[in-house]
């Protein structure tokens, strides 16, 4: 509970001190910029290449992650949508049964099923947690990899590699926002990516609040 209050506290205040910081500016601009056409085209050009060289050199700060399954929620997979959820497992099976069609299957016999097989040596210990049934895992080296929304390698080379600063910034503002709204993936964002964010953008925001130019701020 205090967690959330915290929270609300902080938002409150942030709030307050965005809204206290453009009333400022603009008060700035009603004596100032506003007074003639050339200075409100020049802070706009500022405005813009500001926000650019933000956008296009924050990102190359942020290091290069990979899109493994230690990004999602394994403990709770109820926050997931479906196609998620099979990222991390393919159901699960009565324990009892699983034994009985991988007794005598091989990798080259029955693929499938020896790979089953591999399963309940690994989570033997754990069958009673999930009441006598097994999950079947997507643990195969092939498949180690999971599918980001969103995702944007930028700078990163690496064919399972994304960026977690230009997803933000370099996906659009819309796309920012849903990345940031995502469930299920809750490491998939670093905290000194998320601090820096919304600090940088924070600022941006609200020097951009009552340019002479028509933009939205949460999907310029």
Same mark, same amino acid.
């Given at each position: 509970?205090?967690?959330?209050?915290?929270?609300?506290?902080?938002?409150?205040?942030?709030?307050?001190?965005?809204?206290?910081?453009?009333?400022?500016?603009?008060?700035?601009?009603?004596?100032?910029?506003?007074?003639?056409?050339?200075?409100?085209?020049?802070?706009?050009?500022?405005?813009?290449?500001?926000?650019?060289?933000?956008?296009? $050199?924050?990102?190359?700060?942020?290091?290069?992650?990979?899109?493994?399954?230690?990004?999602?929620?394994?403990?709770?997979?109820?926050?997931?949508?479906?196609?998620?959820?099979?990222?991390?497992?393919?159901?699960?099976?009565?324990?009892?049964?699983?034994?009985?069609?991988?007794?005598?299957?091989?990798?080259?016999?029955?693929?499938?099923?020896?790979?089953?097989?591999?399963?309940?040596?690994?989570?033997?210990?754990?069958?009673?947690?999930?009441?006598?049934?097994?999950?079947?895992?997507? $643990?195969?080296?092939?498949?180690?990899?999971?599918?980001?929304?969103?995702?944007?390698?930028?700078?990163?080379?690496?064919?399972?590699?994304?960026?977690?600063?230009?997803?933000?910034?370099?996906?659009?503002?819309?796309?920012?926002?849903?990345?940031?709204?995502?469930?299920?993936?809750?490491?998939?964002?670093?905290?000194?990516?998320?601090?820096? $964010?919304?600090?940088?953008? $924070?600022?941006?925001?609200?020097?951009?609040?009552?340019?002479?130019?028509?933009?939205?701020?949460?999907?310029?």
């Amino acid at each position: 509970m205090l967690f959330y209050a915290g929270i609300a506290i902080i938002g409150g205040w942030m709030g307050a001190l965005f809204n206290h910081i453009v009333e400022h500016w603009n008060h700035i601009r009603g004596h100032h910029t506003n007074k003639h056409g050339w200075m409100r085209v020049l802070e706009v050009f500022l405005l813009a290449t500001v926000t650019g060289t933000v956008v296009i $050199f924050l990102p190359m700060l942020s290091n290069c992650r990979i899109q493994d399954r230690s990004l999602m929620l394994r403990d709770s997979a109820g926050c997931l949508n479906e196609k998620d959820i099979f990222q991390l497992s393919h159901g699960n099976i009565d324990h009892s049964y699983a034994r009985l069609i991988t007794a005598n299957a091989t990798n080259t016999s029955n693929y499938e099923a020896w790979k089953l097989g591999k399963v309940l040596e690994l989570e033997s210990g754990d069958v009673g947690k999930h009441d006598g049934h097994i999950m079947l895992d997507n $643990f195969d080296t092939n498949d180690k990899y999971i599918h980001l929304h969103y995702e944007h390698a930028y700078t990163c080379t690496g064919g399972h590699d994304f960026n977690d600063m230009a997803m933000l910034w370099l996906n659009g503002g819309v796309k920012g926002v849903k990345v940031l709204l995502q469930r299920g993936f809750p490491h998939m964002l670093s905290p000194l990516t998320l601090g820096l $964010f919304c600090v940088v953008y $924070f600022i941006l925001a609200a020097l951009t609040a009552g340019a002479s130019v028509p933009a939205g701020l949460v999907v310029r």
